[in-house]
């Protein structure tokens, strides 16, 4: 399927800091691209080069057709639609009334101006609360108004900063049910956040960005393999074996009277593993299995230290 998207060797830096260094990425119609990195990695400001907020020092971002922000900047930003990490609401308008402001930027017609503000405040589940100032929302519900606000000119592409940051667990499943839905009808998402177990279930495809610069891209499958070790068994054995006793397994670290062994293939190294620890003298309590996270990946790739 052709790209609805592409960027190609952003740059950005200010004063003698690299921002982004060199990043490119595609997007196609219906996909959602999980975009990661520590703090400071640079995935907010690649999330303005895209949607035009920051000028790149170099590189291209072009839509479908050849259109870019050089060729013609408001058709371009007609088909792109900004959900910022920071929530931007006129709080003492109402809901409608926001939703009225940002489509009349666009130059929507006013009445499909009038039938899209009912369809996204319907689909974000504020329709009985379209009269209310979002002064009064929680903190969950400005996020899905910002989230309609981004959606009023039905733009083909939706960039999301972070769209869950500080929302109860209920707020943030009907975000995802509504990502689900945009995605299911053909929308392009890039979509930005700390928390892994939203990548895994909203991401088709995942970029990890660290220090500027795209450090591995691909599907979760194909993130999992660049783990030297992809599934983990825990085992829960009787006493402390001293360090002795565990010479010669590989990859087994151990936490009191749990080992944590990490394996290529479970069904292949699980009885080989028993066996050794049978020889060892070592007596089994009990077996689990696990596989990777997308963390163990990120991890891997970034490190551990802190990033402030």
């Known amino acids: 399927m052709d790209e609805v998207l592409v960027a190609h060797g952003l740059r950005k830096a200010y004063g003698e800091r690299v921002a982004v260094a060199d990043v490119s990425l595609g997007l196609r119609p219906g996909e959602v691209l999980g975009l990661l990195g520590p703090n400071g990695a640079g995935k907010s400001t690649t999330v303005g080069m895209i949607c035009g907020l920051t000028a790149p020092d170099a590189g291209t971002v072009t839509?479908?057709?050849?259109?870019?922000?050089?060729?013609?900047?408001?058709?371009?930003?007609?088909?792109?639609?900004?959900?910022?990490?920071?929530?931007?609401?006129?709080?003492?308008?109402?809901?409608?009334?926001?939703?009225?402001?940002?489509?009349?930027?666009?130059?929507?017609?006013?009445?499909?101006?009038?039938?899209?503000?009912?369809?996204?405040?319907?689909?974000?589940?504020?329709?009985?609360?379209?009269?209310?100032?979002?002064?009064?929302?929680?903190?969950?519900?400005?996020?899905?108004?910002?989230?309609?606000?981004?959606?009023?000119?039905?733009?083909?592409?939706?960039?999301?900063?972070e769209p869950t940051a500080g929302v109860d667990p209920q707020s943030r499943n009907a975000i995802f049910d509504n990502l689900e839905m945009l995605k299911r009808a053909g929308k392009a998402l890039i979509y930005t956040t700390h928390y892994m177990e939203e990548a895994e279930r909203l991401a088709d495809r995942i970029v990890v960005i660290d220090h500027g610069r795209v450090v591995a891209s691909g599907t979760q499958a194909q993130l999992y393999a660049l783990l030297p070790a992809a599934q983990q068994l825990h085992v829960e054995i009787d006493g402390e074996p001293d360090d002795a006793a565990l010479q010669g397994l590989a990859g087994v670290t151990r936490a009191g009277q749990r080992l944590d062994v990490s394996v290529a293939d479970i069904a292949r190294d699980t009885g080989p593993l028993l066996a050794a620890l049978a020889e060892r003298g070592i007596r089994v309590r009990g077996l689990a299995s696990a596989r990777a996270t997308l963390e163990d990946v990120f991890l891997q790739l970034t490190g551990r230290a802190l990033r402030d």
């Not at 402001?101 to 369809?119: I, S």
């Open 63 to 161: 839509l479908s057709g050849g259109v870019s922000l050089a060729s013609d900047e408001a058709a371009y930003k007609r088909r792109i639609g900004l959900v910022p990490q920071d929530i931007a609401l006129y709080e003492e308008l109402p809901a409608r009334m926001n939703l009225q402001l940002f489509g009349a930027l666009y130059g929507m017609a006013p009445d499909v101006l009038k039938r899209r503000t009912d369809e996204v405040l319907a689909m974000v589940g504020l329709s009985e609360r379209a009269a209310d100032k979002p002064s009064t929302f929680s903190g969950g519900m400005k996020r899905r108004l910002n989230i309609a606000c981004a959606l009023i000119h039905d733009p083909e592409v939706l960039l999301l900063d």
